[in-house]
């Protein structure tokens, strides 16, 4: 089945920086990534996605990268701003029985000092 | 976006009873919903697949006779937590695929807490 590896597991960047966070998956066929954001005690939340047909994607100060050849996607945020503290998780779809579920990166936690 | 509603939010309970957990989507049905359960700090681990009408598919080493899952129509999952022990204390999520959009929207969590 499919396997999400998710790096950095903290992140830690000042106020106005550039965040990075990167993810592999194993399985070629996955076609769906989405990124959710989770404050803390608090449901995940879709930041992003990216489907397989296309390399990029672009939401005000979010951006999603996908290398399908390489099977990895990077999340970036620009301009952090401390309310972007939060653990990111990304996924990968896979199908399996018939029925298509998300497998989960083990979660960044993202700090933006101010 | 859609809403997931998930009740109870919390729950604190003696060991040996059972616990029901609902799971909502409120404005679009969900042929398919699927429960996690999430650790501190920790990612998501899925436990089963719900699909409207018929048996839940669990994953590997969650025990289908001890969390018991119900997916009745379209706009309902329940999660049934039986015969409860401290181990099973957790914070438990479902989630609800719009099939119209193809995403995935979560509920707001249920943390177990068993005496």
């Known amino acids: 089945g499919e396997n999400v590896e998710q790096h950095p597991s903290t992140l830690s960047v000042q106020e106005g920086d550039s965040a990075v966070i990167k993810c592999t998956y194993s399985d070629s066929a996955s076609n769906y990534f989405p990124w959710y954001k989770q404050e803390l005690g608090k449901r995940p939340q879709l930041i992003i996605d990216?489907?397989?047909?296309?390399g990029e994607k672009k939401d005000q100060r979010i951006a999603v990268t996908l290398n399908k050849t390489a099977k990895h996607f990077s999340l970036h945020i620009t301009e952090t701003q401390p309310e972007d503290s939060a653990v990111y998780f990304c996924a990968a779809s896979w199908l399996q029985g018939g029925s298509e579920k998300l497998v989960f990166g083990k979660g960044t936690k993202l700090t933006v000092n101010p | 976006g859609a809403v997931v509603s998930q009740h109870p939010s919390r729950v604190i309970c003696k060991s040996g009873t059972s616990v029901k957990i609902e799971c909502r989507s409120l404005?679009?049905?969900?042929?398919?919903m699927f429960w996690y359960r999430q650790f501190p700090k920790q990612s998501l681990m899925l436990m089963a697949t719900s699909n409207e009408g018929s048996k839940a598919t669990y994953e590997q080493g969650v025990e289908k006779d001890k969390f018991l899952i119900n997916h009745a129509s379209l706009t309902l999952s329940t999660l049934t937590v039986t015969s409860a022990h401290p181990e099973d204390s957790s914070f438990y999520i479902c989630?609800?695929?719009?099939?119209?959009?193809?995403?995935?929207?979560f509920g707001s969590g249920t943390q177990l807490s068993v005496l």
């Open positions: 990216i489907r397989s047909n296309v």
């Open positions: 404005d679009f049905q969900a042929t398919t």
């Open positions: 989630s609800a695929l719009d099939r119209y959009n193809e995403k995935l929207f």
